[in-house]
């Protein structure tokens, strides 16, 4: 099986069929500075601090950047060739050690396979490796955008988001990426000796969604866009938190505002967005709006009326002039503002019943004082509902204590995707992988080379 | 008072009156022909029996189509000065015979004043009189089209749709037309012997909405707009009465398909539909879905896993060029195609209960055979819910029965409102005004000229 075993005598071994491998691709662009090959093996993990001690030791053996398809195939053939485990990569903006290397090997960095192919009738095709950013400007000039993005867009590649990212801007509008209609197709390499390349429509295609790159190697992605907008991006502030809640839930529910982003924060975490502490009186709830220009009128009404101001607006075009989004404090931008002042915080990932908002965030309050600061975003979900979730930061003590948090929202009835374990049956999956993503797994990578440790439930269902 | 009477003796001084003002305005376009002053004295009140026999023989005395508004504004000072009823017209398309004068007098034909003010930030402004689909072609070089529009958009005018429409088409995206965000501000002239012009902004200007112009002339809208999308319109059949449901339902709420419309019909609605009739069996229950191209193979998997199949598709493009689209069998263009072909149908306008909808449907089947024949259309209602209202057709024996069948949803808990009234309390308002849309009249129309009888609470306003 591939190297599950740490131990000095197998680490020894895998060094060396490294070398042999990278010798025997010289052409290829190996990452040669020992410190970028372990800053490259690393990606936001330490949001989380369990994360932190489990996996700071991890690094990968080499890094290397394919250039272009063909570079990838040797690369993958070699790695077959020589049993080591693989690690993909795109922008290293995950929070879940999804990029780590749990037991070394060969760190595929994607982001020079990063052409846009096509666009036409609202669909686009690119390869994994396009930030997410520079493929807007891309799209921008032609009418569309992304139907919906992580915080970390300037960074995060097209493949990153499909291989671990949830959503997040834009999904008060069009759900979560998984809502079907959104990712239409993607094409995928084989981890074998001979690679293929396989091209699969939605919903199979989903079945690679989410799976941090373990179930093969994610090459192109085919995805429909959102017509894009001239944005305003407002920050508005409040005195009161329910006028906050109402303003904030209102504006994401309204079906007659067209609408990027709703997220809304307690007056403990607005007092980390550093920049917009001018704007912001210091026990001030803070809600952030990303609305179409033609809104802005009704926005402001509903704002008058509800008490709050409009303490900050600028449209999308000043935004990027000045290099400075609204954007970049909403979804885990939150988190990382918090963690840049105060390193004893980190964060959890929640989702509150629909219609029990209120209801269940009053009892976390009740029973957490000023240990769960509340950061809502609304989405919708992929029945189309308007719901809350959540990336509360949290005044991290101890592992059993943020467990005891955990279960504490759970008991609410709070649902909590948990941001503090690295395997995919223990962030998002109850526990364990549907039949179908193994046997896709098994598929795409029947040596289980990628990325050893990720499947918990790999070795089990190999041996099945 | 303002005619509320119709003795003979009222209406031959009220005929002196009318002819006393049109020697006045000699230079006015005032229709000439008196089977013309008929028509234009009706719309399609028609739909209804109970509405056929209670106004069929109304009329103006004279009609009349202004070509500017400073040519309105002698007519409304013209109509003051000889106290004569008032009555505003569109296009005409309205069903509770909104555009019906009750006490004769003057009908002002709006549809003269239509142009289309400017265009800019997504925001239009327009005359009241521009057609709906005449302003559609204006935005669509620029990329805009209309949020919302009734199935009678190549007849019916913006004006016409604030005053008397819900909705309609693109409500499964933008909700109502009442949804704040929409309608941004109308402009309003006052019935009064100096006829002023007012700006009104919402939510004020809401105030005015649907009040089947008994409150003020609107002489301009602005509006937001939504961007338009190149869309495919399917004509979709199923065997099967659930998978037709759930297929229709699920489109509806999913948020990553770009959608205009989401109709569903009873193989005993969609057998009116001659012109689709090649496409479909018999026994086969239909949708109508409007989707963005970039969403159309995402529906074939969802209606082929359903075992529905796409028995008809076009593109809105192909729809233009084939005079013929999709979009003209929905809404209450299927009681129309229905009524064409039985002039014993009626309908009724439902609202039904958000996550009981299909407990309630089958209720009301249960009680009423094939008395009701299920017509649904999908909308975001203004929490953005998604949820079924309908448009069912009724086999009219009574109006005991009819008012029946209205009882009989309402004990299972369906919204109705009701098209076989006339005046504004009892159509949409529960059987009473707003205090605040009295006001409104009041202060728009203060001697009450505006199609007299409309408002039925409109002379105990006045003398309290």
Redesign the interface.
Known sequence: MAGAAGDKATVTQRADRVDVLVKSLPELDWCANPAEIKRKSLDYYWFSPVLRRELEAKSADAVVRPRNIDELRRIVAGCVGENLPVTLRGGGTGNYGQAIPLDGGVVIEMTACDRLLWLK???ARAQAGIKLGALGELLAPQ?WEL?CMPSTYRMATLGGLFCGGFGGIGSI???PLS????V?GIQVMTVEAEPRVIEL???EAMQHAHTYGTNGIILELEI????V??WDEHFITFDDADAAFNVAQAV???????KRETALFAPSVAKYFKKLAPHREAAEHAAIVVL????R??LE??VNQAGGRIAFRQSSEEARTRQHSLLEYCWNHTTLHALRSDKSLTYLQTTYEYGREREQLAAIARQTGDEVLPHLEFI???????VCSGLPLVRYTTEKRLRELITLHRECGVGVKDPHVYTLEDGTRHGAMSPASLAAKRRFDPGGLLNPGKVRSWVTSKES
């Open positions: 009738h609202g669909v009418g139907r509008t069009y759900g809502a079907p209609g959104t239409l429509r939605s919903p429909a866009l959102a017509p907008h001239e994401a529910q309204a079906p007659g505002l067209i179409a220009a033609s809104n009128e009704t009404a509903l919708r979900d992929e029945q189309g509902r308007v």
